[in-house]
């Protein structure tokens, strides 16, 4: 068996970030669930997460904010900008921060799933046939 994908989910919208992690958790994903952005980066330096999924609009930090920390100390792991709200501009500087994706919150929970397998297939060097080869063999 493959080990299981952990992922950090980082919003301030309780309801929408505790059903997102329950639904990744019963596809047999690691999900860990931060409400605000001032312990991002030391989650980022101390959890192992696979991929990140940030919301844009936090207290506090803001998602610009947390994706350039981020990066300051880790700028391999794979980041998923996630909004209800975002603009042109944040999402301008978000992938010059180096982006994997953009998840819009009113998209089903399906669609993160397979941003967060083409986020890892891309920041792996995989095609979909090595990948599916790779889980097969259980590496």
Do not use: C
């Amino acid at each position: 068996m493959s080990e299981k994908i952990k992922v950090l989910l980082v919003d301030d919208e309780v309801d929408f970030i505790n059903m997102m992690q329950f639904w990744l958790k019963s596809r047999d994903f690691e999900a860990d669930v931060l409400y605000s952005g001032e312990k991002v980066v030391d989650q980022v330096q101390t959890g192992d997460y696979q991929i990140i999924f940030l919301d844009l609009k936090l207290p506090g930090m803001n998602g610009i904010e947390i994706l350039t920390a981020i990066r300051q100390v880790n700028k391999q792991i794979p980041i998923v900008i996630f909004s209800a709200y975002g603009t042109m501009e944040n999402l301008k500087q978000a992938t010059e921060l180096g982006i994997s994706g953009f998840f819009a919150k009113e998209k089903g929970f399906e669609e993160a799933a397979r941003l967060i397998h083409t986020a890892l297939r891309i920041h792996k060097g995989l095609s979909r046939t090595e990948e599916k080869k790779e889980e097969k063999d259980g590496s």
